[in-house]
């Protein structure tokens, strides 16, 4: 658990140091909005992801992200997993960016494009690249976001290809407060095998204090391929 014990002094450092800026704050920890990083602004966000089910695993995410330009951003990510009476190991390292097509309002939607490429610290894993399509819009104090998903894993093996589709909707009750519901699928498509289908839902609160933002959100697992539930935890400190 050393390791652990590192990545929580890190955030502890980073949330007593940040000045008071909070440039990408999120109301989901499933689906993303539309925003990027302004341009020479950074952020701190950690992930606490946990599966329940027969065994249960975490994973623990340390992000980096800097805004390049107006609307492009970049992040650094890396990724720790436990499994259920195991050990805490660096799993993955990935790479993340975002680009918004229009400035915010111009266009319905506010369509924002994400890339992802991930690789397993076990070479035998596949390489993992991701794309997603981010789309959102505000209606007054109600917030709704779309997120298209495509997933291609490859090398060593066969490739695998995955879709998705996350959904969060919110009410802002003060600028402070945000709570609302999500959805994420993904269907896998497998060679000479049935499709694997794993489908959650469950509510999501956002909660923002001085220069941190914090996310809560639980979902349950609708299908036979999903986890019994899963719970994540977002926190994010601009610097």
């Known amino acids: 658990m050393d390791i ?3 990545l929580m002094t890190l955030t502890l450092i980073l949330v007593t140091v940040a000045p008071s800026i909070m440039a990408d704050r999120r109301k989901y920890v499933w ?3 539309t ?11 950690f992930y606490q992801t946990t599966k ?20 492009w951003d970049f992040s650094v990510y890396q990724i720790f997993t436990q499994e259920e009476g195991g050990y805490l190991k660096w799993s993955a390292f990935q790479f993340r960016t975002r680009y918004r097509l229009t400035q915010p309002g111009a266009v319905f939607g506010d ?15 596949q390489n993992k690249a991701e794309a997603k399509l981010l789309l959102g819009h505000d209606f007054d104090r109600v917030n709704i976001a779309v997120n298209p998903v495509y997933e291609f894993f490859w090398a060593p093996g066969d490739p695998v290809h995955e879709i998705g589709l996350d959904i969060g909707l919110s009410y802002e009750f003060s600028y402070r407060f945000s709570a609302g519901v999500e959805s994420t699928s993904r269907r896998e498509f497998l060679k000479d095998e ?4 794993g489908s959650y839902v469950g509510p999501t609160i956002s909660f923002a204090s001085g220069t941190v933002y914090y996310v809560v959100g639980c979902a349950w697992g609708l299908t036979d391929d999903s986890n019994d539930a899963r719970v994540r935890f977002l926190m994010g400190v601009g610097f």
Do not use: C, N
């Open 31 to 33: 689906t993303y909005g």
């Open 111 to 125: 369509p924002t494009l994400y890339l992802e490429y991930q690789r397993k610290t076990d070479l035998k894993a």
């Open 194 to 197: 049935d499709d694997e289908v």
């Open 4 to 6: 652990f014990r590192k």
């Open 52 to 71: 329940l089910d027969k065994t249960d695993s975490w994973e623990y995410k340390i992000e980096i992200e800097h805004g390049l330009t107006p609307r």
């Open 35 to 45: 925003q990027t990083m302004p341009e020479k602004t950074s952020e701190f966000e």
